[in-house]
DNA sequence: CGTTCACTTCGGCGCCGGCCGAAGCATGGT
DNA sequence: ACCATGCTTCGGCCGGCGCCGAAGTGAACG
């Protein structure tokens, strides 16, 4: 089998709207069961049973049992990093259609795997760039030392001690980059652990609490949020 | 029309053999005719051209009339990133399944959208790294200060002036990074300039040349090719 | 132990999309 | 002007795939 063909059948594997939709709710990095996976895609359990399968034969989903339960999970970043790049060229809805629902909160702030998206994923990287605690270009960028003491202080420390590189992820309803790879992460994790955004059930979109409004504000210098 | 239908719209593009061949011929970020492109794909040109209409439609490729011959190439380094993405997860076929043609040409060295990938990219990222020339870490990496001096020299000058980072792409053949981005693509531009490697007719496969294989080893110190 | 729930498998149906032959239009060459 | 070539469109065919009802297996609960 050529290289494209396999590129075929991996692509037809996200090319379903209910596979679409299950890999789109498991990219919040969580693990879902058959069940809610069946509720997010809106299809029956048995056609879910079906398009499980799938996806886990094809190496993008790894599964789990737990009793009578499944979970499914991304079975690597590298799943993510693909769904990343789909999703950068599929981009967003024209401005005239924006009507759907759900799709406010998703610009708002969402995981995109184990970084955070959209405005608040934005405006996370462009204060963070503009107060030189990283550096970025094109390519990528690097956490400047003062950064890096800024992210200790913080409590989103990346690595120890070594030079931090970060990976710049297109945003793909900002169309301008956001902060993934390690830094990206550490960032996420630090900011569900201070209680400044949520999760929210059912949906990737992340809420951003009273005390993460002030939070974005005192330490970073941004307003989001209602 | 929810963001993972759009996923799904965008991968079904995908999702086709003979578009996938299509796409993938395309990676060597040359311009191809439709009927060049319907022999890559193994169909007929009326079969062809349905395809060709449907990845334009769909913001993947960009035409342009010449005469009586309608080029196509992909829209844009996006596109090449999103591909890329997809061959990473993708992977390359098991080791025992390796007989296929042309298979061993597009591991030693072929193009990825405007870089060198596979053996040859890869022993290029390793060299610069192992020599101090680049800085390389798990999201990133940056050209050191002797690193553009070499660069300079060698003729592959990335950028002036500004710190330049590197975009590492995961080779879907080595299964370790190659140097995408602005390097990745210097790099590739002088090394054909230098006429150490060269396209092939209807393969992106690089042929690396007699004064290519003596070039790495001087300048890279490391030994490819036949 | 019986019931409920989660999940999988089977079978049948219908839709969709890729395929190509045929035909038509446009361009290039003699 | 005629012929060859490149490309597109149309129509029909067929295979593949997603869908769900029905049924079965296994786990959890009272």
Known sequence: MSDSNRIAVT??????????????????????????????????????????GKLADGGLLAAEKQGRHRYYRLASPLIGQMLEGVMAVAGPESPRSTAWRGGEALRTARTCYDHLAGRLGVALADALSARGHVTLGTDGGE????????????????????????????????????????????????????????????TRAVAITTAGRQGFQQTFGFAIGD
Chains 1, 2 share one sequence.
């Open 143 to 202: 956490v400047t030392e003062q950064g890096a003491r800024f992210l200790d202080g913080f409590g989103a420390s990346p690595a120890p001690g070594r030079r931090v590189f970060c990976r710049p992820c297109l945003d793909w309803s900002e169309r301008r980059p956001h902060l993934a790879g390690r830094v990206g992460a550490a960032l996420a994790c630090r900011c569900f652990a201070l209680g400044w955004i949520a999760r929210q059930r059912d």
């Open 11 to 52: 692509a037809s594997l996200l090319g379903d709207p209910a596979r679409a939709n299950m890999l789109a709710a498991l990219m919040d990095g969580r693990a879902l069961t058959a069940k809610e996976l069946a509720y997010a895609a809106h299809v029956t359990p048995q056609t879910a049973s079906g398009h499980l």
